[in-house]
């Protein structure tokens, strides 16, 4: 079992930044592939980025690349979302998930509760 736990989120005006984060806790962190997931209202799930589990790879939507940068520090069992250039949006639900498997999909084995991004115009 792996716990993850996000925080961060917050209101922000447009063009500003934030960083969310998300902490894991369980098993190894190291051994899991991370992703970033958002939901807005009335819409469903969809992939913002994902990360391997050394860090070395990364993928990203379309509708964030070049804004939004994924990380992770696997000393401190965290990873992170740094979201620039925010938009209105933008503005959901931020899920972070993990998997053995790195995916762009949404079947992630491991979910957090979420954390609420809201980007006013």
């Known amino acids: 079992q792996v716990q993850l736990v996000e925080s961060g989120g917050g209101l922000v005006q447009a063009g500003g930044s934030l960083r969310v984060s998300c902490a894991a806790s369980?098993?190894?962190?190291?051994?899991?592939?991370m992703g970033w997931f958002r939901q807005a209202p009335g819409k469903e799930r969809e992939f913002v980025a994902a990360i391997s589990r050394s860090g070395g790879k990364t993928y990203y939507a379309d509708s964030v690349k070049g804004r939004f940068t994924i990380s992770r520090d696997n000393a401190k069992n965290t990873m992170y979302l740094q979201m620039n250039s925010l938009k209105p949006e933008d503005t959901a639900v931020y899920y972070c998930?993990?998997?053995?498997?790195?995916?762009?999909?949404?079947?992630?084995?491991?979910w957090g509760q979420g954390t609420q991004v809201t980007v006013s115009s």
């Open positions: 998930a993990a998997d053995r498997i790195l995916r762009v999909g949404l079947d992630y084995d491991y």
């Open positions: 369980g098993r190894t962190f190291s051994l899991y592939a």
